[in-house]
Every structure is written in structure tokens, then in C-alpha cells.
């Protein structure tokens, strides 16, 4: 093993997988073999691995100015043109834009703009955030916190209490209903312990809720319908910010311009990353109202800065990658590409898996989706320490196809954006066969 602290891995595995080139939906290792990224890497990569006019449009930035930092009323050309385009697409008012590198540090950055912008209208007590079981929001400290997945928490003595972090239920109908309860008595039922546990907190003590309006990592759940009119009443009844991590879901991922879009969300903060850039340069983005920003000014004034920034907010090259990709996105009408052809996904999907006997739920929207991986169709029954998911992602690559098990024993869909039918075909052709060949091995095992 090289000297390397791999992110999210057993520090005992052994390295399996070393790439060295893409194109198209494709990438290829480096005994020459190749797959289908099923996943676009982490989310991320929605053009694909080898477009050049982003390459071209990163170089020819780099030849030009490669780096200037944006403190202190610094800028540069790609920083401002890119939060006047965004500005354009946001379904927030007057928005502004505060980059970053990660989706998680966009996460810290919000939640730091929320102490600020409350302490600066005079309401220092509203600070705890509301997120919710089985969400992700990223690794940082505070956005670690708010990410509700065990491994993220265990050993880092995280959450940190001084965060003020509160945890509503997860709204997956599939595995948290309670016996016959229909969708629509689960969502009543979930929305109100939420409205019970904010007037037990106390509304004036909570700033926000975070939501993944499709929750990514931790399963790509899709809450029943009428959940998010519901939990926007009790908010907005509340005085508590929507605040949506479209970090996954942003740029077309759900087949349309953002999660917030396909999920009737109307939110007042934003996070992007990923897909704002398709992973050519990292870049994020946390998207606040126009009357947050005004609020927040009188504070900068006694401060003499907003004092929160990093060395590369607003990195001149990543400016330059997301506004390429952006472009590229509303040229090649990628977002009705990705519905279109998302739609063709979700219907194999559930043509193919709907009976299978491993497989409880088929979910998703657009081009992200997951199958649910169970050992009794009729109850729900899953695998421990996520066995079946474990066992589908690797057959899934010796079958040439990418993608990943997550949150236990769902297998999780996420290809490119520029995905065709006949590839989305190819990519179900491994799929099947592996999902086959994981039934088969569990089957041996008695597990089944
Ligand atoms: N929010 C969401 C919804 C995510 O899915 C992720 C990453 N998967 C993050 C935040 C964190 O982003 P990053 O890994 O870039 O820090």
C-alpha cells in the first residue's frame, strides 16, 4: 500500500482499483479493462471524462491568470460572471454567492452566514439546525455534524453538542412506515413529531432545516408525495429557513434544473458542488437571499470584513470549468436530455428489478435512482453490515459497470448526464447480471 489516508475506507483494504483514463461514459484501469462509471464517480462527473471544451476552457484560464485570491474586494472576471449566471438559474431572490472548494465546506460556510446574519438581526438564540436521519451534508465539522450516517459520527465524537444539531426522522416510507400505515399517514405522522420537536425546542432557538431534496449518499430516497408541501407549512409557520443541500440533485441531476424543481421545494439557502463545475476543477457554492445579504452588511461594517473565506473561494480556474460546464448545459439542453433519458432509466429499472427477489424497492428520479437490495421480499428483511451491497458493487465491476452500495444494501445509480438509451441498455445489461449473480451467492450462503 502506498503511504495514502484513503477517504471513506477500512484502512485495511488493500488498493483495487487504480484509473488512468476516461471518455465519454467510460473509464478505463490500468490493467486496461474497462466500465461503465455508473455512478459519474462520486455524483460528480455529469459531461463525462473527456470533454475538451472544459479542459480547454480550464487551460486557457490557467494560461491567462492561474490563481488570485477574492479578498477583500479582489476579483476577477469568471468569480463575477459566474454569480450573475447563477443568479439567472436560482430559484432564490437576489441571490449571492459564496465559493468554496467542497460541498462541505459550503455546508460550514452557511451555517457560519446563519450565526452571522441571526446575531446580526438581533436574534442571537436562533441557531440550531434541524437535519435529518440518514441525511449527508459532508466531513467538515459542523457539516459533519449534520450528516446523520453512523460512520461519519463514530469516533470523532461527532456530533458536537455545541452545534446545536437536531435530528427529524428520515422520510423513507419504505423502511420507517409503520405497520399498515399508508404514505400519507406516514408523512402526517413524521411531519408531526418534527412540529412537535420544534415547539419543544422552542422555534425561536432554530435558525434552519437541511435537506437533501433527494437524500444521495446514504440511499437516494425519495420522500412520498405531499412530505415537502407539508414540512414547508410547518416551517414557514415557524420562521425556520429551507435550507436545501442540492450538492447531488443540483444541475440537472433529477431532470431538472435543480432537486428543489422536481421536489416543489422553494428554498431560502442553497448548496452546490459536484456537478456546478462536472468535476473538472473543484468548486461549491452556498446561495443565500438577497435579504440575508443586506441584513448582514451593518455587521461587516463593525467587524471591518466578513471575516470567513478560504484561499480559493472563487479559484479564477474553477470559475472557468463551471461556467463552461453551465454553458454546456443549457446548449445541449442537457437537463431535458437527463429527463428524457432518466425517465427511459427509471422505467428499466422497474421493468426489469420490480419482481426480482432481491430486490424490495426501485427509487429514484431522473438519472439518479437505487435498488434496494433485501433477503425477504415481503418484509424488508436486509443483509448485515451491508452484505448484498457489498456483494452486487463487486460483481457489478467485474461486469464492467461502476457504481455503489450505500447506506447498507441499496446499489446506487448516478451515470453522466450525457448518458444515451443504448448505453443506459448497456449499463442494464451488467446490472442485471450482477444483481443475478449476487442472488445466486447468497443464495449458496443460506442467506437467502
Ligand atoms: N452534501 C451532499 C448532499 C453530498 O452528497 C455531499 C457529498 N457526497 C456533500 C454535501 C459533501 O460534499 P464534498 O464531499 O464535496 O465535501
Redesign the pocket.
Given at each position: 500500500m502506498s503511504p495514502v489516508i484513503y477517504p471513506t475506507t477500512n484502512f485495511t483494504a488493500t488498493e483495487q482499483l487504480c484509473l488512468t483514463h476516461g471518455e465519454g461514459i467510460y473509464v478505463y484501469d490500468s490493467d486496461g479493462n474497462k466500465y461503465i462509471e455508473g455512478l459519474a464517480s462520486?455524483?460528480c462527473t455529469s459531461l463525462g471524462y473527456s470533454n475538451t471544451e472544459v479542459i480547454d476552457a480550464i487551460t486557457t484560464q490557467l494560461n491567462k491568470l492561474p490563481f488570485s485570491h477574492t479578498f477583500g474586494g479582489k476579483t476577477h472576471a469568471p468569480i463575477m460572471e459566474l454569480a450573475d449566471k447563477l443568479r439567472a438559474m436560482v430559484p432564490v431572490e437576489d441571490a449571492y454567492f459564496f465559493f468554496g472548494n467542497?460541498?462541505?465546506?459550503a455546508?460550514d460556510s452557511h451555517y457560519k452566514m446563519l450565526r452571522y446574519y441571526f446575531n446580526a438581526i438581533g436574534k442571537p438564540e436562533k441557531r440550531k439546525i434541524i437535519t435529518r436521519e440518514r441525511g449527508?451534508?459532508?466531513?467538515?465539522v459542523a457539516?459533519g455534524s449534520m450528516t446523520s450516517l453512523p460512520a461519519n459520527l463514530a469516533h470523532f465524537d461527532a456530533p458536537l453538542e455545541a452545534l446545536g444539531v437536531l435530528r427529524a426522522e428520515s422520510p423513507h416510507y419504505y423502511t420507517n412506515r409503520k405497520g399498515n400505515e399508508t404514505e400519507a399517514q406516514f408523512v402526517d405522522r413524521i411531519i408531526q413529531a418534527l412540529e412537535d420537536q420544534i415547539l419543544a425546542e422552542s422555534p425561536d432557538t432554530i435558525a434552519a432545516m437541511i435537506v437533501?431534496p433527494i437524500t444521495?449518499?446514504s440511499g437516494v430516497i425519495v420522500p412520498p408525495e405531499g412530505y415537502y408541501e407539508k414540512l414547508q407549512a410547518v416551517l414557514r409557520k415557524h420562521d425556520i429557513l429551507v435550507w436545501a443541500?442540492e450538492?447531488?440533485t443540483g444541475f440537472g441531476r433529477t431532470g431538472n434544473d435543480f432537486g428543489c424543481t422536481t421536489m416543489g421545494i422553494q428554498p431560502d439557502l442553497m448548496?452546490f458542488?459536484?456537478q456546478l463545475s462536472s468535476a473538472y476543477f473543484p468548486i461549491?457554492a452556498a446561495v443565500i437571499p438577497g435579504w440575508m445579504y443586506e441584513a448582514m452588511i451593518e455587521q461587516t461594517n463593525q467587524v471591518g470584513v466578513f471575516g470567513h473565506g478560504y484561499t480559493y473561494s472563487g479559484h479564477p480556474a474553477a470559475c472557468a470549468a463551471a461556467l463552461k460546464t453551465l454553458e454546456i448545459y443549457e446548449r445541449d439542453s442537457l437537463f431535458s436530455h437527463a429527463a428524457e433519458v432518466g425517465d427511459y432509466l427509471q422505467a428499466q429499472l422497474r421493468e426489469v428489478f420490480i419482481e426480482h427477489p432481491l430486490v424490495g424497492e426501485v427509487r429514484g428520479k431522473g438519472l439518479i435512482a437505487a435498488l434496494e437490495l433485501v433477503s425477504n421480499k415481503t418484509t424488508g428483511a436486509s443483509f448485515d453490515k451491508g452484505l448484498a451491497g457489498a456483494t452486487a458493487q463487486k460483481f457489478c465491476q467485474d461486469n464492467g459497470l461502476l457504481l455503489r452500495a450505500v447506506g447498507g444494501n441499496a446499489l446506487a445509480l448516478c451515470p453522466p448526464l450525457i448518458i444515451t438509451r443504448d448505453e443506459v441498455d448497456a449499463l442494464m445489461g451488467k446490472l442485471k447480471a450482477a444483481i443475478d449473480s449476487t442472488y445466486a451467492e447468497l443464495k449458496d450462503k443460506g442467506l437467502i
Amino acid at each position: 500500500m502506498s503511504p495514502v489516508i484513503y477517504p471513506t475506507t477500512n484502512f485495511t483494504a488493500t488498493e483495487q482499483l487504480c484509473l488512468t483514463h476516461g471518455e465519454g461514459i467510460y473509464v478505463y484501469d490500468s490493467d486496461g479493462n474497462k466500465y461503465i462509471e455508473g455512478l459519474a464517480s462520486l455524483w460528480c462527473t455529469s459531461l463525462g471524462y473527456s470533454n475538451t471544451e472544459v479542459i480547454d476552457a480550464i487551460t486557457t484560464q490557467l494560461n491567462k491568470l492561474p490563481f488570485s485570491h477574492t479578498f477583500g474586494g479582489k476579483t476577477h472576471a469568471p468569480i463575477m460572471e459566474l454569480a450573475d449566471k447563477l443568479r439567472a438559474m436560482v430559484p432564490v431572490e437576489d441571490a449571492y454567492f459564496f465559493f468554496g472548494n467542497s460541498g462541505s465546506d459550503a455546508n460550514d460556510s452557511h451555517y457560519k452566514m446563519l450565526r452571522y446574519y441571526f446575531n446580526a438581526i438581533g436574534k442571537p438564540e436562533k441557531r440550531k439546525i434541524i437535519t435529518r436521519e440518514r441525511g449527508y451534508h459532508g466531513v467538515t465539522v459542523a457539516a459533519g455534524s449534520m450528516t446523520s450516517l453512523p460512520a461519519n459520527l463514530a469516533h470523532f465524537d461527532a456530533p458536537l453538542e455545541a452545534l446545536g444539531v437536531l435530528r427529524a426522522e428520515s422520510p423513507h416510507y419504505y423502511t420507517n412506515r409503520k405497520g399498515n400505515e399508508t404514505e400519507a399517514q406516514f408523512v402526517d405522522r413524521i411531519i408531526q413529531a418534527l412540529e412537535d420537536q420544534i415547539l419543544a425546542e422552542s422555534p425561536d432557538t432554530i435558525a434552519a432545516m437541511i435537506v437533501e431534496p433527494i437524500t444521495g449518499a446514504s440511499g437516494v430516497i425519495v420522500p412520498p408525495e405531499g412530505y415537502y408541501e407539508k414540512l414547508q407549512a410547518v416551517l414557514r409557520k415557524h420562521d425556520i429557513l429551507v435550507w436545501a443541500d442540492e450538492v447531488i440533485t443540483g444541475f440537472g441531476r433529477t431532470g431538472n434544473d435543480f432537486g428543489c424543481t422536481t421536489m416543489g421545494i422553494q428554498p431560502d439557502l442553497m448548496t452546490f458542488a459536484k456537478q456546478l463545475s462536472s468535476a473538472y476543477f473543484p468548486i461549491s457554492a452556498a446561495v443565500i437571499p438577497g435579504w440575508m445579504y443586506e441584513a448582514m452588511i451593518e455587521q461587516t461594517n463593525q467587524v471591518g470584513v466578513f471575516g470567513h473565506g478560504y484561499t480559493y473561494s472563487g479559484h479564477p480556474a474553477a470559475c472557468a470549468a463551471a461556467l463552461k460546464t453551465l454553458e454546456i448545459y443549457e446548449r445541449d439542453s442537457l437537463f431535458s436530455h437527463a429527463a428524457e433519458v432518466g425517465d427511459y432509466l427509471q422505467a428499466q429499472l422497474r421493468e426489469v428489478f420490480i419482481e426480482h427477489p432481491l430486490v424490495g424497492e426501485v427509487r429514484g428520479k431522473g438519472l439518479i435512482a437505487a435498488l434496494e437490495l433485501v433477503s425477504n421480499k415481503t418484509t424488508g428483511a436486509s443483509f448485515d453490515k451491508g452484505l448484498a451491497g457489498a456483494t452486487a458493487q463487486k460483481f457489478c465491476q467485474d461486469n464492467g459497470l461502476l457504481l455503489r452500495a450505500v447506506g447498507g444494501n441499496a446499489l446506487a445509480l448516478c451515470p453522466p448526464l450525457i448518458i444515451t438509451r443504448d448505453e443506459v441498455d448497456a449499463l442494464m445489461g451488467k446490472l442485471k447480471a450482477a444483481i443475478d449473480s449476487t442472488y445466486a451467492e447468497l443464495k449458496d450462503k443460506g442467506l437467502i
